[in-house]
């Protein structure tokens, strides 16, 4: 019996697959609300996902490629452009499990495999699909430069105003010792995307990421 049960929850946790999709989202911070653009292209067990936004005379975007293979995302390569970062404002990162090479941060090797930050959100999805619910993941932090080690619960579930209708969702928290907490809100519905967000600094200040329209999934 034991031996069948641990097939059937391999099998489950195997079957999960994302779609592609594109969504608009709306980020606010110190007052103001941006509009930013996600994007996410699935080909087979290879995902490319970008954002990218708009702040004022500025552009700020991430590209990243990276891989599932059933309940676990590995990061592969990102790039970023972000004008509010001290320098380098723009640099790439290739992965290699616990290995990090850049032509512009230099090699970082950290004690476990690492995620950069989208694929992180993906891992999040994923363990969340697969009800996951405490985990810890190795996320290298593009404005700080360096790996930090984030511990996820899932903390319930709540329903959520959109200006699309209420939308139920999983609650799951992330908490680190250098960073403050990040909020995540995770609808089954919508193929468990990350339908908002929140931040909250050291400093008390929120930043919250919140979907503005219904998402596009795109046909296979």
């Known amino acids: 019996m034991r031996i069948l049960l641990a097939l059937f929850v391999s099998l489950s946790i195997n079957s999960y697959e994302f779609k ?40 700020y975007s991430i590209d990243s490629d990276f891989a599932v293979d059933g309940n676990s995302v590995t990061s592969k390569k990102t790039s970023v452009k972000d004008p509010f970062r001290d320098e380098p404002k723009k640099f790439s990162l290739a992965f ?20 950069e930050q989208l694929a992180s959100d993906a891992q999040v999805r994923l ?12 996320i290298f932090d593009n404005t700080k430069s360096k790996v930090i080690k984030k511990n996820y ?10 200006p699309f209708g ?15 907490p990040i909020i995540y809100y995770i609808a089954p519905e919508f193929d468990y995307l990350i339908i908002q967000s929140q931040a909250i600094l050291k400093n008390g200040e929120k930043r919250i990421l919140s979907l503005k329209e219904r998402p596009k999934f795109l046909a296979e």
């Open 153 to 162: 619960k899932l903390t319930g579930e709540e329903e959520i105003s959109t």
């Open 127 to 138: 363990n969340a699909a697969n009800g996951v619910n405490e985990y810890s993941l190795s």
């Open 166 to 180: 209420l939308i139920n969702t999983l609650v799951v928290e992330a908490t680190a010792d250098e960073v403050g």
């Open 96 to 115: 290699d499990g616990k290995n990090i090479t850049s032509k512009e941060l230099g090699t970082i090797t950290a004690e476990a495999e690492v995620l």
């Open 20 to 59: 592609s999709y594109e969504a608009k989202f709306q980020f606010q911070a110190m007052g103001f609300s941006f509009p930013l653009n996600r994007y996410f292209t699935v080909e087979g067990n290879e995902i490319n996902t970008r954002v990218k936004m708009n702040v004022f005379f500025y552009t």
